[in-house]
């Protein structure tokens, strides 16, 4: 029997960073649209909802040919919000409403605009056939997190982030001394009985599928830089 593979995009209307981002206009459509269609294009992903708290941004998805049918609570929706919880509800609201339970959940986000349906494949096909419970598409980092500094608001300087040594805020960091490090990509992959057993969509040992540095929109000059990428692409 074919695995029931729900593709979740989550679209909270209370953007603090930029305003309206996730229907915010790239290039002519709506910037979820990039991941929506991503979405579409899997070979592996059978179902697509999105999820929102928001009357005007269900009428925008429906425009654009997707779905959204529970609203997200307000609850659920807040800056602080884990989207562990916004997930949990809407399975429920699928189980009591439709009595749909899927095997497998794929977690997008409008905000990485750049995706593409072979990554999403490769990251669910860890899942269906290589014996993963859960996998994740990374990027590298583009500075490692050793180099990341902390603000001390007390006296107005800085430490660093890991140790806490304000003396090592000099110190020369030779990259080749540090393993590589990654970031999530902003695809997480899993089978549905992790989210019942973790309350999380990742487990013990995740997969993973590595992919060049991708865009993570969060304020105005990531947008741009994303407009500027997409025309040139």
């Known amino acids: 029997m074919r695995k029931k593979i729900l593709a979740v ?15 915010k206009d790239l290039c002519g459509k709506p910037l979820f649209y990039y991941i929506f269609k991503a979405a579409k294009q899997s070979k592996h992903i059978n179902r697509v909802i999105f999820s929102t708290d928001s009357k005007k ?17 307000k609850s659920l929706s807040k800056d602080n919000s884990g989207e562990i919880e916004f997930i949990k509800d809407l399975l429920i609201c699928l189980k009591e409403k439709e009595n749909y339970v899927p095997d497998i ?11 593409k349906a072979k990554d999403i494949d490769k990251a669910i096909n860890l ?11 990374i990027s590298k980092a583009r500075q490692h997190p050793a180099k990341a500094l902390r603000i001390i ?15 090592n805020v000099g110190s020369k960091l030779n990259r080749q001394r540090h393993e590589e490090a990654y970031f999530r990509a902003n695809v997480l992959v899993c089978k549905k009985n992790i989210i019942d057993k973790y309350n999380s969509l990742s487990s013990k040992k995740n997969g993973y599928v ?23 692409i």
């Open 127 to 137: 899942v269906l056939k290589k014996g993963y419970n859960s996998s994740v598409i």
């Open 105 to 115: 959940i794929v977690r997008l986000l409008a905000t990485s605009p750049f995706q």
């Open 153 to 167: 608001s007390r006296n107005k300087s800085v430490t660093t982030y890991i140790g806490n040594n304000p003396i």
């Open 210 to 232: 590595k992919i060049p540095h991708q865009i993570d929109i969060d304020n105005l000059d990531d947008f741009n830089y994303a407009k500027y990428l997409m025309k040139k």
């Open 9 to 23: 995009i989550g679209l909270r209307s209370g953007s603090k960073g930029l305003k309206d981002k996730n229907i």
């Open 57 to 73: 941004y269900k009428k925008i998805i429906s425009k654009f040919g997707g779905y959204a049918p529970y609203m997200r609570p």
